[in-house]
């Protein structure tokens, strides 16, 4: 398996500007993360989903924030508008089993809001 | 809220020296821990992870972890590192009644100086 797969890998982008993140987890893997990391905050779970279902998304930052997971394949996670503290590497994982399972991380997109 | 302590924000250490690094957590249930390493550019990898039996846990590249339940502490252990171990390296748990709502640590860099 190629792993967790995140597209694009980097992305700039001016501050208003719409900026979608793409996942394709590990074929299999019922659950799916999104993360957030930055200098000041480290690693934060923004929302995270079962079977294609958003199960919690109380690290969501605000209402600019949204994420959807129309297929078992594929992710979204979308920020409308986007400003400069959102600038972070975002990293997807997916995990096969809950509790006691590894979550695999994919590479993650840098993201710069300019 | 659970919540995840590591007691190092950066170490430095030079090769064969003996690496210990803390975890400290929250919660008073039932947890499954683990601990991740992110490589310089790279994306986060499980090191090792306990869920039960042998408080002591044996990891990929000659890491180790001890389980203390009375101390809440899952320290991370290597005793000799290298310059190859220069990584970032995150103690994250999660609820082991099945949660999914995995907390990171805020991450110990460590510097192996050749």
């Known amino acids: 398996d190629a792993g967790v797969i995140q597209s694009p890998r980097h992305e700039v982008t001016e501050m208003g500007q719409e900026v979608t993140l793409r996942c394709k987890p590990i074929s299999g893997h019922d659950y799916l993360f999104w993360y957030r990391q930055t200098m000041m905050r480290g690693l934060e779970l923004l929302i995270y989903?079962?079977?294609?279902?958003?199960?919690?998304d109380s690290g969501m930052p605000e209402d600019r924030f949204s994420a959807k997971m129309p297929n078992a394949s594929f992710s979204t996670l979308k920020i409308q508008p986007s400003e400069p503290r959102d600038s972070a590497v975002y990293f997807c994982?997916?995990?096969?089993?809950?509790?006691?399972?590894?979550?695999?991380f994919g590479p993650g997109t840098r993201l710069t809001v300019l | 809220a659970q919540s995840v302590s590591q007691h190092n924000h950066h170490v430095i250490l030079s090769e064969a020296a003996s690496l210990e690094l803390g975890c400290n957590y929250s919660?008073?249930?039932?947890?499954?821990l683990f601990w991740y390493v992110q490589y310089p550019g790279q994306h986060l990898q499980l090191l090792l992870k306990y869920f039960s039996g042998d408080p002591l846990v044996k990891g990929i590249k000659g890491f180790e972890a001890e389980f203390i339940k009375s101390k809440f502490s899952f320290n991370l252990r290597k005793p000799s590192v290298q310059w190859s171990d220069t990584a970032e390296y995150f103690c994250?748990?999660?609820?082991?009644?099945?949660?999914?709502?995995?907390?990171f640590g805020p991450g110990t860099r460590l510097s192996v100086l050749p």
């Open positions: 994250a748990v999660n609820d082991g009644n099945y949660g999914q709502n995995f907390v």
């Open positions: 989903f079962n079977n294609n279902v958003p199960i919690d």
């Open positions: 994982a997916s995990s096969l089993l809950p509790g006691t399972d590894t979550q695999y």
């Open positions: 919660y008073g249930g039932t947890v499954n």
